[in-house]
Nanobody, 125 residues
Framework: QLQLVESGGGLVQPGGSLRLSCAAS????????IGWVRQVPGKEREGVAC????????NYVDSVKGRFTISRDNAKNTVYLQMNSLKPEDTAVYYC??????????????????WGKGTLVTVSS
Protein backbone atom coordinates (compact mmCIF):
# COMPACT_ATOMS: atom_id res chain seq x y z
CA GLN A 1 0.00 0.00 0.00
CA LEU A 2 1.37 3.37 -1.03
CA GLN A 3 1.80 5.74 1.92
CA LEU A 4 3.32 9.11 2.71
CA VAL A 5 3.95 9.94 6.36
CA GLU A 6 5.01 13.42 7.41
CA SER A 7 6.92 14.34 10.57
CA GLY A 8 8.87 17.23 12.02
CA GLY A 9 6.12 19.75 12.65
CA GLY A 10 5.79 21.62 15.91
CA LEU A 11 5.89 25.00 17.60
CA VAL A 12 8.68 27.39 16.66
CA GLN A 13 9.31 31.08 17.32
CA PRO A 14 9.32 33.60 14.48
CA GLY A 15 12.69 33.58 12.78
CA GLY A 16 13.29 29.97 13.68
CA SER A 17 13.73 26.87 11.53
CA LEU A 18 12.12 23.48 11.12
CA ARG A 19 12.76 20.57 8.81
CA LEU A 20 9.79 18.52 7.74
CA SER A 21 10.27 14.94 6.57
CA CYS A 22 8.03 12.75 4.46
CA ALA A 23 8.75 9.03 4.42
CA ALA A 24 7.33 7.00 1.55
CA SER A 25 6.38 3.34 1.70
CA UNK A 26 4.97 1.03 -0.93
CA UNK A 27 6.76 2.85 -3.77
CA UNK A 28 10.08 4.49 -4.56
CA UNK A 29 10.08 8.27 -4.59
CA UNK A 30 12.70 8.63 -7.31
CA UNK A 31 10.01 7.80 -9.86
CA UNK A 32 7.71 10.56 -8.68
CA UNK A 33 7.37 14.31 -8.75
CA ILE A 34 7.07 15.43 -5.14
CA GLY A 35 5.80 18.48 -3.32
CA TRP A 36 4.48 20.16 -0.21
CA VAL A 37 1.08 21.78 0.21
CA ARG A 38 -0.13 23.71 3.26
CA GLN A 39 -3.53 24.61 4.58
CA VAL A 40 -4.75 26.96 7.26
CA PRO A 41 -8.11 25.87 8.71
CA GLY A 42 -10.91 27.64 6.89
CA LYS A 43 -8.69 28.62 3.97
CA GLU A 44 -7.81 27.04 0.64
CA ARG A 45 -4.86 24.74 0.24
CA GLU A 46 -1.70 26.41 -1.07
CA GLY A 47 1.10 24.71 -2.97
CA VAL A 48 4.41 25.56 -1.32
CA ALA A 49 7.17 23.71 -3.15
CA CYS A 50 7.65 21.10 -5.85
CA UNK A 51 10.56 19.04 -7.18
CA UNK A 52 10.19 17.24 -10.49
CA UNK A 53 10.51 13.52 -11.04
CA UNK A 54 14.18 13.55 -12.00
CA UNK A 55 14.95 16.65 -9.93
CA UNK A 56 15.37 18.82 -13.02
CA UNK A 57 13.30 21.67 -11.72
CA UNK A 58 11.97 23.03 -8.47
CA ASN A 59 9.22 25.56 -7.91
CA TYR A 60 8.27 27.61 -4.88
CA VAL A 61 5.38 29.88 -4.04
CA ASP A 62 6.63 33.46 -3.94
CA SER A 63 6.04 33.85 -0.20
CA VAL A 64 8.62 31.17 0.69
CA LYS A 65 11.30 31.75 -1.95
CA GLY A 66 14.71 32.14 -0.34
CA ARG A 67 13.46 30.68 2.94
CA PHE A 68 12.24 27.13 2.15
CA THR A 69 14.11 24.35 0.34
CA ILE A 70 12.65 21.09 -0.94
CA SER A 71 14.93 18.08 -1.32
CA ARG A 72 14.81 14.33 -1.60
CA ASP A 73 17.01 11.49 -0.38
CA ASN A 74 16.32 8.56 -2.65
CA ALA A 75 18.39 6.19 -0.53
CA LYS A 76 16.11 6.92 2.42
CA ASN A 77 12.99 7.22 0.25
CA THR A 78 12.27 10.49 2.00
CA VAL A 79 11.37 14.04 1.01
CA TYR A 80 12.32 17.06 3.08
CA LEU A 81 11.21 20.66 3.43
CA GLN A 82 13.75 22.86 5.18
CA MET A 83 12.02 25.95 6.48
CA ASN A 84 14.10 28.90 7.67
CA SER A 85 13.22 32.41 8.84
CA LEU A 86 9.74 31.23 9.71
CA LYS A 87 6.94 33.74 10.00
CA PRO A 88 3.57 33.55 11.79
CA GLU A 89 1.88 33.41 8.38
CA ASP A 90 3.67 30.09 7.71
CA THR A 91 1.47 28.49 10.38
CA ALA A 92 -0.49 25.68 8.72
CA VAL A 93 -0.85 21.95 8.30
CA TYR A 94 1.77 20.83 5.81
CA TYR A 95 1.04 17.91 3.48
CA CYS A 96 3.49 15.88 1.45
CA UNK A 97 2.25 15.02 -2.07
CA UNK A 98 3.49 12.83 -4.93
CA UNK A 99 2.57 12.07 -8.52
CA UNK A 100 3.97 10.20 -11.50
CA UNK A 101 4.02 13.24 -13.79
CA UNK A 102 7.46 14.20 -15.11
CA UNK A 103 7.42 17.88 -14.27
CA UNK A 104 6.04 20.15 -11.58
CA UNK A 105 2.82 21.99 -12.47
CA UNK A 106 4.36 25.08 -10.94
CA UNK A 107 3.01 24.95 -7.39
CA UNK A 108 -0.53 24.04 -8.49
CA UNK A 109 -0.41 20.81 -6.54
CA UNK A 110 -4.01 20.18 -5.51
CA UNK A 111 -4.46 17.50 -8.19
CA UNK A 112 -1.46 15.41 -7.12
CA UNK A 113 -2.40 11.76 -6.76
CA UNK A 114 -0.97 10.83 -3.37
CA TRP A 115 -1.19 12.74 -0.11
CA GLY A 116 0.07 12.27 3.43
CA LYS A 117 -2.08 13.07 6.47
CA GLY A 118 -0.20 16.24 7.31
CA THR A 119 1.90 17.71 10.09
CA LEU A 120 1.10 20.93 11.96
CA VAL A 121 3.56 23.81 11.98
CA THR A 122 2.86 26.65 14.39
CA VAL A 123 4.99 29.80 14.28
CA SER A 124 4.34 31.90 17.34
CA SER A 125 6.14 33.70 20.16
Amino acid sequence: QLQLVESGGGLVQPGGSLRLSCAASGFTLDGYTIGWVRQVPGKEREGVACMSRISINTNYVDSVKGRFTISRDNAKNTVYLQMNSLKPEDTAVYYCVADRRYYCPGVRLNAMDYWGKGTLVTVSS
